[in-house]
């Protein structure tokens, strides 16, 4: 985490404290002119109220939960970088098991750092490494073609989508707004093995500037957006489309093809499609025109390794190929 983040999240926690206890000490005055436990001067349905003072229990636990929490952040990791004075976190915690350290985190921490080394942690990973890394090799050296064959392997994909790739594609892999269907043959880079394996592995970066960077005026929107409404059949209003044609051939075609087609070695959208990644009506396709869009996948070969994109690689192949298998 960055310095200037870290100052923020601390700033920002311990202000909030702060204002806890400042409220406390403001609800313990008695802010009006009525002696406490007198009337205030007024009742509904009977019910009279009375200046009383909080309740002291409550006071008391709200008192006691600042000091809790005071106490938690000087201990433990939760404020931005600073790590807490037992030094603990999520992987030292059977580090001291190995030389009979069961309790103190910090003396954990400590004999790991000494050792350069997490014993759950390294355990953990060599375990992983020795039980399923000769499987991920073995896939590796599958050839695509034969790998999206494998049901097992096209498990083992699923699984590995799920747990990586979901939270932007779903996990029906059908996408969302701004994220891309894969289980259709609508492709902004293209839908063969390779290509979709060189996504995966090194990440896709879109940008369409507002209006195309093009010198597109605003009483130009309206009939831009009516001819690329129309493009895919729909019905529209033919003259305004006729008049948005010109604007697109100001330079639209330059990325999406002179009939909107698109181009995928550039990764610009096919417009005669019904495939819309930010949504295909007249309002949407006015919004993506007049703000532009960009769209970031980030790059997974330093986070999954090559092996086990290979893998993801045939299971989203898959999905745009059910009829084929």
Not at 39 to 62: Q, T, V
Not at 136 to 149: D, G, I, N, Q, R
Not at 151 to 180: I, M, T
Not at 238 to 259: P, R, T, V
Request: hydrophobic content about 35%; overall charge neutral; glycine content about 10%.
């Amino acid at each position: 985490m960055s310095s200037f983040w870290s100052v923020w999240i601390t700033v920002i926690t311990l202000f909030v404290i702060a204002a806890c206890f400042i409220l406390l000490q403001l609800c313990n005055k008695n802010h009006t002119d009525v002696e406490e436990g007198k009337s205030m001067g007024h009742s509904f349905d009977g019910i009279e109220e009375l200046n009383n003072p909080l309740p002291k229990w409550w006071k008391y636990m709200y008192l006691i939960t600042i000091v809790f929490g005071l106490s938690y952040l000087a201990l433990y990791p939760g404020l931005g970088n600073y790590k807490g004075l037992l030094q603990w976190n999520s992987s030292n915690q059977s580090v001291g098991y190995e030389k009979g350290i069961k309790e103190d985190s910090k003396a954990a921490t400590e004999l790991a750092a000494k050792e350069g080394r997490y014993v759950q942690y390294d355990a953990e990973m060599k375990k992983a490494d020795e039980t399923y890394g000769p499987i991920f090799a073995a896939y590796l050296k599958t050839p695509l073609e034969e790998l999206v064959k494998d049901k097992e392997a096209l498990n083992v994909g699923k699984r590995l989508f799920v747990q990586n790739c979901a939270q932007c594609h779903g996990s029906d892999a059908r996408g969302a707004k701004g994220f891309p269907n894969l289980t259709d043959n609508s492709w902004l880079y293209g839908g063969d093995l390779a290509t979709i394996k060189t996504s995966i592995m090194n990440g896709r970066n879109g940008m369409m500037p507002p209006k195309g960077g093009l010198p597109i005026q605003d009483s130009e929107l309206k009939a831009l957006t009516e001819y690329i409404f129309t493009l895919n059949g729909r019905e529209g209003d033919k003259e305004l489309a006729a008049q948005g044609h010109a604007s697109f051939m100001k330079g639209c075609f330059a990325c999406h093809g002179m009939d909107g087609s698109g181009n995928k070695f550039m990764g610009a959208p096919n417009l005669k499609d019904k495939a819309w990644v930010y949504g295909g009506s007249r309002k949407a396709i006015l919004e993506s025109i007049t703000n532009g869009r960009s769209g970031v996948m980030p790059a997974w070969k330093d986070i999954l390794g090559e092996e086990k994109v290979h893998v993801i690689t045939a299971y989203v192949y898959s999905l745009s190929h059910q009829d084929k298998k």
